[in-house]
């Protein structure tokens, strides 16, 4: 969770719901423990989720703040963000099977690239499951991982946005025709948005060197 009042968990937890939440970023740890403080359903751990416990760095960029040795994360694709050591910093990691109890029955997962490695360790079966896949000309650098695991793990897509996939357990929710139509026609308009953004790179890309250094006029 980055900052409470942008999180798609947020009225669940006023609603009293419990909930377990992660965040590595020491600024938005302190803002959620103010924001949420005196609420016994509420269990906060600072720290990052990763394929291992240990340390691992990590590069600051407010709400797209990821893991520093990706490849593939909406900040490097998106914004063109570059990998600014004087913007690193180090945080306790873990394996998400340290805090999953087991009892998770929807579960939120945006980690900027590294969705992959929680469903990797995780120890509950959710009813539902929202993960960042897509945006922009960004796609999930583990997509086939996750999509793979949603298969093995008896899940099917129920719905679709501008970021995230949101994935149900079969018997659990209806997928109805409707919801099918609805996340193929969202597809589509996901792949013509990718296009469009990385022909605007492209273009960008072009124009700046056809206006760098050495093109004088004469």
Known sequence: MYHPETSNVHDFILDGVRATLVEPEPASVELIRAYFQGRPNVELHACALCDFDGEVKL??????????????????????????????????????????????????????????????????????????????????????????????????IWYKDRSDSVYVRRGEIAVTPLDRLRVWGMDARIRAGALAKRLKQWFRAWAGARSGPGRGTG
């Open 59 to 156: 590069l600051y960029r407010g709400s797209s703040t990821h893991v520093a040795t990706l490849d593939s994360s909406p900040a490097l694709v998106n914004d063109g963000a570059n990998r600014d050591e004087a913007r690193a910093f180090t945080a306790p990691c873990t394996r998400f099977s340290t805090i999953d109890d087991g009892s998770i029955d929807l579960l939120s997962v945006d980690t900027e690239g590294s969705e992959w490695f929680v469903l990797k360790h995780m120890t509950s079966r959710p009813t539902m499951i929202s993960v960042e896949t897509h945006g922009g000309a960004y796609t999930n650098p583990y997509l086939r991982e996750i999509r793979h695991w949603m298969e093995r793990n008896g899940y099917t």
